[in-house]
């Protein structure tokens, strides 16, 4: 880490996060055997190190505490390691989720699953569905010749943001405790993760509906739909293993698939 | 001892002690039983000086530094109070978002921050988008009320997040002052209904909003997150931008 940042003298000041400096880093290391990101909440153990003592945390009790308490639940510090991610690593989760055909974004992320995709991927969406659904909706009034005023309705964007964080939250949800329940060993993280980095293939594919052809529409949202569709499907095929399971694979493949068709009906009739 | 409710004499400079003394208390008149021909020896004592108006104090480091304790704020007049918070969020615009010298370094860029200013720039422009709408205006409103208040929470908790270094409520009022070149903006587009104007005059203050905010913003990550953090800047002021150019 820079010393440009970690100069700066905060700590005594309210809200801030202390800079973590080596040796923290090292004893972090050791003590953070138990932080495991198969847990969710995330005990306290990622701020073990860092200067952050409660009064009834001693640091000398840590090995008494079991793995998956809530104590750490309402202390950003003890997310962070869910935002471990640098900019070049974000790039690269991006880019291999446009490739359908890989079926190993599971190990890709296996050591470090981000959640910062998750948050950001559906916040744009959100904002682009929201925004070219109005763009697209004038220029599809414009081409038919029905009427050429431009008029913008908020509502999309309180319907681009139920459905899309709705999505994206619920149903990695719902599949994690499904696996649970039938026995197999599931991650919530790596789950919202990989669902995350699949919306990605829907920005690029707003862009492209803005062109006021019906048919056309149609055309991109089924590729899109099937790709992004078939990435989810793989990956989650690599991840779970038997037979009885394939329907839930098979169900999530046309949830996607709905999530699309939902998307063009609703934004971009 | 309870003093009389009258506006407080002003700080003198003393020479700085370790442990501030309070200044003696306004005594009462003392009686003047002399006669005509003798002129008092000694000046009048201080409280029947006409007490001059309170000096605005700025900083509130006033008791700190030597000259005796802070003035009672809580008995001047409303106005003092009012115009002293005016003055900081002014001074605070001036140091957010117009170029000066410490614009590199976010530990001085913004050390006496306040949440009115952010507070009323977020209301202005609510309330700019809210007459500019034609339809649903409740609903305009309260999509970029809570865009921007939300937004700027959520945006400082990323940076928190990743790792970065800032005080929670300094980024929150940094994000906030930052909004003036849209308020700005919005209301040259609320006043002249001109699409092509309204494009140039969003592009200009977005770029001057995002320019503010970059050197506080990038310099509290890590440098190989630097994008991870200003991307939702970014995209923040660029929602905002699009709505308003889009409502019409």
């Known amino acids: 880490m820079d010393d440009s940042y970690t100069g700066l003298p905060t700590s005594h000041l309210l809200g801030s996060v202390p800079a973590a400096t080596n040796d923290a880093n090292n004893t972090a290391k050791q003590e953070a055997s138990d932080a495991n990101m198969q847990t969710f909440p995330p005990n306290q153990a990622g701020d073990r190190g860092r200067g952050y003592h409660t009064l009834d945390n001693p640091p000398e009790t840590f090995e008494e505490q079991p793995a998956n308490n809530w104590r750490g639940v309402f202390s950003v510090s003890s997310y962070t390691q869910y935002f471990n991610v640098d900019t070049d690593v974000v790039i690269f989760r991006l880019i291999s989720s446009f490739n359908p055909y890989g079926g190993d974004f599971f190990s890709k992320i296996d050591a470090n699953p981000d959640l910062y995709g998750l948050i950001w991927i559906s916040t744009t969406l959100v904002f682009v569905l929201a925004a070219l659904g109005n763009l697209a909706t004038y220029l599809m009034q414009k081409h038919t010749g029905t009427s050429t005023s431009w008029s913008f309705d908020v509502g999309y964007m309180n319907v681009a943001a139920c459905a899309i964080y709705g999505y994206a939250i619920v149903v990695p949800l719902a599949y994690y405790f499904f696996l649970q329940y039938m026995g197999s060993n599931a991650s919530l993280i790596r789950f919202w993760c990989m669902w995350g980095y699949s919306l990605s293939i829907f920005i690029i594919s707003s862009f492209l509906l803005l062109i006021p052809v019906e048919a056309l529409r149609w055309l991109i949202i089924i590729l899109t739909g099937v790709a992004s569709a078939s990435f989810v499907a793989l990956n989650l095929k690599s991840c779970i293993e038997g037979n009885e399971l394939s329907v839930a694979i098979v169900a999530a493949f046309f949830l996607q698939i709905a999530l699309a068709v939902f998307i063009k009906v609703w934004f971009f009739a | ?248």
Not at chain 2, 197 to 203: A, D, E, G, N, R
């Open chain 2, 1 to 248: 001892t309870v003093l009389p409710a009258r506006p407080p004499s002003p700080p003198r400079a003393q020479i700085p002690v370790s442990s501030s003394l309070p200044p003696p208390p306004p005594k009462p008149a003392p009686p003047k039983p002399q006669p005509h021909s003798f002129p008092p020896p000694l000046p009048p004592p201080s409280s029947s000086v006409p007490a001059p108006p309170p000096l605005p104090s700025s900083r509130p480091e006033i008791a700190a530094s030597g000259f005796g304790p802070a003035p009672n704020t809580l008995t001047e007049p409303v106005w003092d109070t009012v115009k002293r918070d005016l003055s900081r969020i002014v001074s605070n615009l001036k140091l957010v978002v117009f170029p000066n010298p410490y614009r590199e370094d976010p530990g001085k860029a913004l050390r006496d921050w306040d949440l009115w200013g952010p507070f009323f720039f977020i209301v202005f422009l609510g309330l700019t988008l809210s007459w500019s709408a034609s339809v649903k205006k409740s609903e305009v409103f309260a999509v970029a009320f809570g865009l921007l208040a939300a937004g700027a929470v959520i945006l400082t908790l990323n940076v928190l997040l990743l790792g970065g270094h800032i005080i929670f409520f300094q980024s929150l009022s940094l994000l906030g002052y930052c909004l003036f070149p849209l308020d700005v903006g919005a209301l040259i587009c609320m006043l002249k209904d001109n699409v092509i104007l309204k494009v140039v005059v969003v592009c200009v203050t977005l770029a001057w909003s995002s320019w503010a905010a970059y050197p506080f913003m990038s310099s509290a990550v890590n440098p190989r997150r630097k994008a991870l953090a200003l991307y939702p800047v970014f995209l923040m002021y660029v929602s905002v931008g699009f709505l308003i150019i889009a409502i019409d």
